[in-house]
């Protein structure tokens, strides 16, 4: 049964760092797409980062702040978060595509239940 399964999530103070991990099961990762996306409450989902076989795309908001990478010997995705902003406060989900690497949610096939990141003092 193919399966990701989000970790890593918590409270932290703007500025802070959060390393958040996403374990794939029932399949080889490395093989697909694999995305983090967010939702705040009360705002649509929207991508955050994708990591395909050879390329990693970013929204602009996170572009020097994020960072999406894999560990295939361990079959998980991380996304590190430095310089936290309070608007980067969302539950956040990582996802699977067999598609070209995009940020758009409906080109992903399996989500996780995704992690809470706060971002407060």
């Known amino acids: 049964q193919l399966q990701v399964v989000e970790s890593g999530g918590g409270l932290v103070q703007p500025g802070g760092s959060l390393r958040l991990s996403c374990a794939a099961s029932?399949?080889?990762?490395?093989?697909?797409?694999i995305g983090w996306f967010r939702q705040a409450p009360g705002k649509e989902r929207e991508g955050v980062a994708g990591?395909?076989?050879?390329?990693?795309i970013y929204r602009d908001s996170v572009k020097g702040r994020f960072t999406i990478s894999r560990d295939n010997a361990k079959n998980t995705v991380y996304l590190q978060m430095n310089s936290l902003r309070p608007e980067d406060t969302a539950i956040y989900y990582c996802?699977?595509?067999?598609?070209?690497?995009?940020?758009?949610?409906?080109?992903?096939?399996?989500w996780g239940q995704g992690t809470q990141v706060t971002v407060s003092s």
């Open positions: 996802a699977v595509t067999t598609r070209s690497l995009t940020l758009r949610s409906g080109d992903y096939l399996y």
């Open positions: 029932g399949f080889t990762l490395s093989r697909a797409g």
């Open positions: 990591i395909g076989f050879s390329s990693s």
